[in-house]
């Protein structure tokens, strides 16, 4: 081979694994777009949509609640990096919001106390269910709790048909 061949010659030097499926973008199915779509929350914090208004009435009560809760409603410059709406009139100016509801941060300590206490509320409410019921028991048909079902099933659909009759 003389000099001026080796020179025509090309090589591919890319390797096998620059050129795997892995490493390409996939194309995603479409699908309609969520109204509700939010950034993601910050360490420590969950986010939550709270109401704001309904049917353009501002619902202060709830908002004052949601407030003293711990909840701070999400400014929209606080996340540059994400396109939502926002609020363009009102106290929640600049807040990111959409149909009446506004996006809001709660520490996410503040968050499980609270479904620790409501999760406690309905503990008690069943006990307080099982203690009523059992009130009802007769010495010559007791109830036992293991007797007591708690599921419930929920079917759909029409009834099964006998095909044989």
Do not use: C, H
């Amino acid at each position: 081979m003389t000099e001026e061949n080796k020179t025509d010659v090309t090589t591919d030097r890319n390797s096998r694994s620059a050129e795997t499926r892995d490493s390409q973008t996939r194309r995603t199915p479409w699908k309609p777009p969520s109204m509700l779509d939010a950034p993601q929350a910050p360490p420590g914090y969950q986010f939550r949509w709270i109401r704001e208004a309904t049917r353009g009435v501002d619902d202060k009560s709830n908002m004052s609640k949601r407030i003293r809760e711990g909840y701070e409603p999400v400014r929209a410059e606080d996340f540059p990096d994400f396109e939502a709406p926002t609020i363009e009139s009102g106290s929640n100016t600049g807040v990111i919001g959409v149909g009446g509801l506004i996006l809001a941060k709660v520490p996410e300590e503040t968050a499980e106390e609270r479904n620790a206490y409501f999760r406690n509320q309905a503990d008690s409410a069943m006990q307080g269910v099982d203690q009523n019921f059992m009130r009802e028991s007769d010495p010559r048909m007791p109830i036992k709790d293991s007797d007591i079902q708690r599921s419930s099933k929920v079917a759909f659909g029409s009834k099964p048909t006998n095909k044989g009759n």
